[in-house]
T-cell receptor
Framework: AQKITQTQPGMFVQEKEAVTLDCTYD???????LFWYKQPSSGEMIFLIY??????QNATEGRYSLNFQKARKSANLVISASQLGDSAMYFC???????????FGQGTELSVKP | NAGVTQTPKFQVLKTGQSMTLQCAQD?????MSWYRQDPGMGLRLIHY???????DQGEVPNGYNVSRSTTEDFPLRLLSAAPSQTSVYFC???????????????FGPGTRLTVT
């Protein structure tokens, strides 16, 4: 069965420093996709970044990059130059099949200290 | 575009009552889904639809019904509410193109439901 594991319930980072949020996944599919979503205290789900299993290069979106290590089945999110507004819950998710079904991890709560 | 809209934003029900959570999208997306989020947990899929007239169960379907009569709307029905259904409910949609970002799910703002 497909599964997403986020082993860090909470993380602290100093403002302007980089932080890595861990995500490992388990799937027997050859084609899959990995997402990261941000959920601030207001509750909405904000799409950050996507990596397809066949993408040769790691995905990047502004200050976000996804460190994709296929052999290790990991898809860690790297946030560079943390800002106070980055304080939120972060969810890793995997696309199941070619449809839109997503499997989510339990999330990591990131707190950015001034 | 309004994106994905959900109503109501908040709802309190008594055990045994029924209600419908509304979800609509104006992006002509084929795929729509409902998730629930419990405290300290990620989102779990309740039901999904790959197009009008086609629905299927997700990971936690018990106690919920769905139907998809139009592309735009995907209501979630609670037939007899139970305290275990206290949760935040998110509706999401995605398009069907071959571009990478077509896999992106657009989430609604959520409905916070409390069952007493």
């Amino acid at each position: 069965a497909q599964k997403i594991t986020q082993t860090q319930p909470g993380m602290f980072v100093q403002e302007k420093e980089a932080v890595t949020l861990d995500c490992t996944y388990d799937t027997s599919d050859q084609s899959y996709g990995l997402f990261w979503y941000k959920q601030p205290s207001s509750g909405e789900m904000i799409f950050l970044i996507y990596q397809g299993s066949y993408d040769e290069q790691n995905a990047t979106e502004g200050r976000y990059s996804l460190n994709f290590q296929k052999a290790r089945k990991s898809a860690n999110l790297v946030i560079s130059a943390s800002q106070l507004g980055d304080s939120a819950m972060y969810f890793c998710a995997m696309r199941e099949g070619w449809g839109g079904k997503l499997i989510f991890g339990q999330g990591t709560e990131l707190s950015v200290k001034p | 575009n309004a994106g994905v809209t959900q109503t109501p934003k908040f709802q309190v029900l008594k055990t045994g009552q029924s209600m419908t959570l509304q979800c609509a999208q104006d992006m002509n997306h084929e795929y729509m889904s409902w998730y629930r989020q419990d405290p300290g947990m990620g989102l779990r899929l309740i039901h999904y639809s790959v197009g009008a007239g086609i629905t299927d169960q997700g990971e936690v379907p018990n106690g919920y019904n769905v139907s998809r009569s139009t592309t735009e709307d995907f209501p979630l029905r609670l037939l007899s509410a139970a305290p275990s259904q206290t949760s935040v409910y998110f509706c999401a949609s995605r398009g069907g193109s071959t571009l990478t970002l077509s896999y992106e799910q657009y989430f609604g703002p959520g409905t916070r439901l409390t069952v007493t």
